[in-house]
């Protein structure tokens, strides 16, 4: 059965601090690893990781995933009140000759205070 | 969340009444998704289709039917609600090989 764990579930920091969340999975025939940000309605997608070892940026946020380990990593640093958000991991693997079965965490529940 | 519409957007239902969820996209997506959305539990995904005419089961597809007869439709069926289906669903979209997925805004269903 496919699994993907996030932790913490849950985070609050105060503005300015710098966050790590960590996502781990087991998959088989892995495809990608994305993350998201949900605020009150739909998620909003951040990242999409394919190779291991490659950092994609974004302003203040960045994400690399390790293959080897199976687990990916989203950084926020300087944390502003904004980024306040559930932060979902998906892993997205292949079945048959198909890509798009997509698996999420339960989500990290992040909440940064003035 | 422009060309992913989701109908209805709230609905409560009584045990054992059946309800349709619509789920239409005008942006030639061929993949298409239900997820279950319950506090603490992420989104956990029902059904999926990766084409017209197609359809697969996710995790927790017991209790659900879909069916995918256009390209730009895609069903979620309760025949038979259950307070375990109280719920938030959201439907998505995307290409083959795209990076972004594209969701609907939710909906807010209510077994009682």
């Known amino acids: 059965e496919d699994k993907v764990v996030q932790s913490p579930l849950s985070l609050v920091v105060h503005e300015g601090d710098t966050v790590t969340l960590n996502c781990s999975y087991e998959?088989?025939?892995?495809?990608?690893l994305l993350w998201y940000k949900q605020e009150k309605k739909a998620p909003t997608f951040l990242f999409m990781l394919?190779?291991?070892?490659i950092e994609k940026k974004s302003g203040r946020l960045s994400s690399i995933l390790d293959k080897k380990e199976l687990f990916s990593i989203l950084n926020i640093t300087a944390t502003q009140t904004g980024d306040s958000a559930v932060y979902l991991c998906?892993?997205?693997?292949?079945?048959?000759?198909?890509?798009?079965?997509?698996?999420f965490g339960q989500g990290t529940i992040l909440t940064v205070h003035p | 969340n422009a060309g992913v519409t989701q109908t209805p957007k709230f609905r409560v239902l009584k045990t054992g009444q059946s309800m349709t969820l619509l789920c239409a996209q005008d942006?030639?997506?061929?993949?298409m998704y239900w997820y279950r959305q319950d506090p603490g539990m992420g989104l956990r995904l029902i059904h999926y289709?990766?084409?017209?005419?197609?359809?697969a089961k996710g995790e927790v597809p017991d209790g659900y039917n879909v069916s995918r007869l256009k390209k730009q439709n895609f069903l979620l069926g309760l025949e038979s609600a259950a307070p375990s289906q109280t719920s938030v669903y959201f439907c998505?979209?995307?290409?083959?090989?795209?990076?972004?997925?594209?969701f609907g805004e939710g909906s807010w269903l209510t077994v009682v």
């Open positions: 998959v088989t025939n892995f495809r990608s």
């Open positions: 998505a979209t995307r290409l083959p090989h795209g990076n972004t997925i594209y």
């Open positions: 942006m030639n997506h061929e993949y």
């Open positions: 394919t190779s291991s070892g």
């Open positions: 289709s990766v084409g017209e005419g197609t359809t």
């Open positions: 998906a892993v997205e693997k292949m079945v048959g000759t198909s890509y798009g079965k997509l698996t």
